[in-house]
């Protein structure tokens, strides 16, 4: 292997481990965001709370165009009747940005 390989190589096994901690470091930025937007008070990861299971969540609307846009609607506006009788109530508090965060971080469970 040439010198010029060894350099490509590490230059391309630096990018690829950057990436992923990159990647790590969104996902857990947008678990914190989940868990500080007190969302973790009606619903967990895999199973239902009060709020449907994230993973749930996901399987149900992942496949769907525009889904992220729709869901960041529901956590600023609140909801009633598609996972039964229980509304989730508006979370004004969060900003746009941060419901569109949510949701994206949500659909990728």
């Keep these: 292997m040439t010198k010029k390989n060894i350099v ?3 230059a391309s096994v630096a ?7 990159f990647i790590t470091g969104a996902a857990h930025a947008s ?3 989940f868990k500080t937007s007190n969302c ?4 967990a990861m895999d199973k239902k709370l009060v709020g ?3 993973k749930d969540i996901s399987a149900k609307y992942k496949t769907q165009k525009g889904t992220d846009a729709m869901l960041a609607s529901k956590i600023k ?7 039964g009788v229980i509304p989730m109530p508006p979370n004004a508090a969060v900003s746009d940005e941060d419901a569109l965060t949510l949701a994206k971080w949500v659909l990728a469970q």
């Design 8 to 10: 490509v190589l590490a």
């Design 15 to 21: 990018a690829t481990i950057a990436a992923g901690l």
């Design 31 to 33: 678990e914190e965001l």
């Design 40 to 43: 973790n008070s009606c619903h």
């Design 52 to 54: 449907p299971a994230l």
């Design 77 to 83: 506006k609140g909801g009633a009747g598609v996972w």
